[in-house]
């Protein structure tokens, strides 16, 4: 029965046009900023893999940025930096508040790497971008966006989130699960101003349950991946996942396959999925798989759409990060 199975899977697979032709294994990139009027989800990509430096109380907020794009090396003035780092995460017409928060945040994250580079891919708008893609991208709406923008940069440039006096590592992301996750569940690193907060905002905002459906063939090569060997996946796809254990935040902490225990984090990466707060289901009758996540990226730090839910409620960006960052405060 198992070789029957196999055989099945092996002639679906070449069937198709390319191995997971449905399986996006990248990162979901977000849709274009098309129009003020658009509701345009903010990009989940995340600041460089959390990495915690030495506490450095003795810093310049005014120095340029050091920025790996996409592995070129090279320096940014301040505006630059918080201009191009805002341009990718939000949409230029969210609340001033929200936008200054993501600026302050972004530039603290910089300044707690402590001289290390701040990875980015300008020509993809991830983390940072410049002001000739960002021309590109608008076409005629550049002058009065990057203008919004410089005057925002301009009110942010002399802020720092800080925690016991040094830089903060102010990560963030789009959408939280309700709430955020603590950073030793993502990275392994306990930060004490990164332990989640809630963020009941989140569940009003757009894309926050969405749906996925893999085929049964498409989840049995991703498992192959895993390390799962052929011979220890039962015939019966039904069987395959047993009941995620969720940690404090609604993350799946980690999930049985199986018989074999895998971090949630890793299979969201595996999966490609926009959370690692996700569930699964079975579907007999077409042979397939429900994915269905809550969120969008990896939850630490400061919630994209709870601060832009937080300004229209008239919080300022200083409220904002202290919500999202407690214990730090920030140092002008």
């Known amino acids: 029965m198992k ?12 069937a198709l046009a390319a191995p997971f032709a449905a399986l996006p294994l990248a990162k979901p990139a977000a849709p274009p900023i098309e129009s003020p009027d658009a509701v345009t989800e903010p990009a989940a990509t995340a600041p460089p893999i959390f990495t915690p430096t030495p506490t450095q109380r ?24 918080l201009i191009g780092t805002a341009a990718c995460e939000l949409p230029p017409d969210w609340p001033d508040d929200a936008i200054l928060a993501q600026m302050v945040a972004a530039h603290s994250y910089a300044l707690s790497l402590g001289g290390a ?33 410089s ?18 590592a102010a990560c963030y992301h789009s959408i939280s699960a309700g709430r ?14 990164l332990q ?20 049964a063939e498409q989840v049995y090569s991703v498992l192959l991946t895993l390390g799962l060997d052929a011979e220890e996946i039962e015939n019966t796809p039904a069987g395959w996942f047993g009941e995620g254990v969720l940690d404090d935040a609604g993350y799946v902490a980690e999930m049985s396959i199986c018989g074999q225990t895998f971090a949630g984090t890793k299979l969201r990466s595996a999966f490609s999925l926009r959370s690692a ?31 832009k839910a937080m300004a229209r409620q008239g919080k300022s960006w200083r409220e904002i990060l202290a919500w999202y960052f407690p214990g730090c405060e920030v140092v002008e």
């Open 117 to 149: 580079a701040f990875a980015c891919n300008s020509g993809q708008c991830a983390g940072w971008t410049s002001a000739e893609v960002l021309q590109a991208r608008w076409g005629d709406d550049f002058s009065r966006y990057y203008a919004r923008l």
């Open 3 to 14: 070789k029957t199975f196999r055989r099945a899977v092996v002639l679906g697979l070449l």
């Open 151 to 168: 005057a925002l940069a301009e009110e942010a440039a002399g802020a720092v989130l800080c925690f016991e006096g040094a830089p903060a």
């Open 58 to 81: 003795s810093f310049d907020a005014d120095a340029e940025i050091l920025i790996k794009d996409d592995g070129t090396t090279r320096t940014v003035t301040v505006q630059e930096f």
């Open 196 to 215: 989640g907060v809630a963020s009941p905002w989140d569940a009003d905002a757009p894309g926050f349950e969405t749906t996925i459906t893999y085929s």
């Open 277 to 307: 707060a996700f569930s699964v289901a079975y579907d007999a009758g077409k042979n397939a798989f429900r994915f269905t996540t809550r969120g969008y990226g990896h939850g630490v730090g400061l919630s994209q759409y709870g601060a």
């Open 180 to 193: 955020t996750e603590a950073s030793q569940n993502v990275w392994l690193t306990a930060v004490p101003y």
